[in-house]
């Protein structure tokens, strides 16, 4: 089952989806209908596009409370990849897109209890751009909320099984707190410390 | 009169603020209580930080009607810098910022026609970065919104006197408008020109 929302060409996006699982003999169909649509589906991918319109759309359908519920109690399985992997989170507040149109709300699915930065990449320091750096907006946002920040750098995926967590690709991710200094967890099993332990990963 | 809404420590950056217009013989107040704390005002200085956090601010103070009406009449001189450019526009929906806090609309000020995107620069050819790149974003825009969409990049400025435009700096920008080739407005005065005009633009 495919969620195309985040795009604009939601057909032809999903026969390009379509078009890859195929010769896996994985069968595609585009996610339209809501709760019912979802019921055979084992695995449902969300894509990437932008995230405000994709939110917007699940609020549209009502598709957030069918989908959390079936991936909570273990018979989804759900697969996102960029803005798909935003609206995983709690909150769509640590997207990197412009908010093209406004959702009725920022609340997402919270399938994890931290956040995510997907695309996520270092300062450049021959920069002369004067806008914020990633690193910054991920501050900025550690100066309103809690929750804590994954930023996933290209080539990178979380892999969530239970209170499990597996940092997959070559990379460290870079790990974000409110009031602790940014952290890099390696690949493999990670662990978010809350803040009382400290800037110490157990993972490193 | 200066608004500091968009940074987390208020009185810091007025200070600072007060600390550079001082010398010019500029007093500076931080606008705190609303229409009144206006009524004296002849500049309203909104400065950068995050355009969500700012608009949020506004919105909470209900001071958007206030500097919509005082600028429009002619009695108040608005100028912006970052988030503070944004909300000039009809809606914040091409700020760069991160959505940390959400406001209860995306519609700002409204003080120019078209959507300003500041700190706005060109593709990187050599990027391996995955995300999209900021044109790519403003093409998002327009498959949801019609408003024309001016980017600004690091060292301009808008002057905007009535309906005279004044592109101000030694760059050009780059318009972006729905169903139209994106193109370079030369600084000085520019025109906005509406889609049925095609792509050329009477600055070049």
Redesign the interface.
Known sequence: MFAPYAG?DRDAYTSRVAERLGPMSLETTQLRHGANDLEGADVLFVGG??TF?LLKALYERELLEPIRRKVRSGTLLYIGS?AGTNIAAPT???????????PP??DALGLVRFQIN??Y?DPDPNS?????TREQ??Q??H???ETPVIGLR?GSALLVEDEAITLLGEKTARLFRRGADAIELSAGAIVIPSREDGAESPSQ
């Open positions: 604009k596009g932008n319109r960029s769509i507040k640590t997207t990197n897109d412009m908010p093209i149109v406004q709300s920022f997907p695309h990449f002369t751009h004067k806008g914020e907006r991920i900025e946002f100066e309103e909320n290209e």
